[in-house]
């Protein structure tokens, strides 16, 4: 989740809090957590903000 594809139009509360647990998980290497959170990252970018976000390669 590096990438920015809401294009900054305004600040989500949403995607900052998906983020925010996405980058939780990762630290304290709960990969159920940073999993979890991309997976609802990716269907809230889909469903609020029309875009859909690449898979990691």
């Known amino acids: ?5 809401t294009g900054r139009c305004e600040v ?10 996405e980058a939780e998980g990762r630290v304290s290497r709960d ?3 940073e999993v979890d959170a991309r997976v ?3 269907r809230h970018m889909r469903e609020v903000h029309r ?3 690449p898979l990691p390669s």
Do not use: G, I, N
């Open 31 to 33: 990969q159920s957590m």
């Open 12 to 21: 989500c509360e949403t995607c900052e809090a998906l983020k925010a647990l």
């Open 40 to 42: 609802r990252y990716r």
């Open 51 to 53: 875009r859909e976000v």
């Open 1 to 5: 989740m590096t990438d920015d594809p």
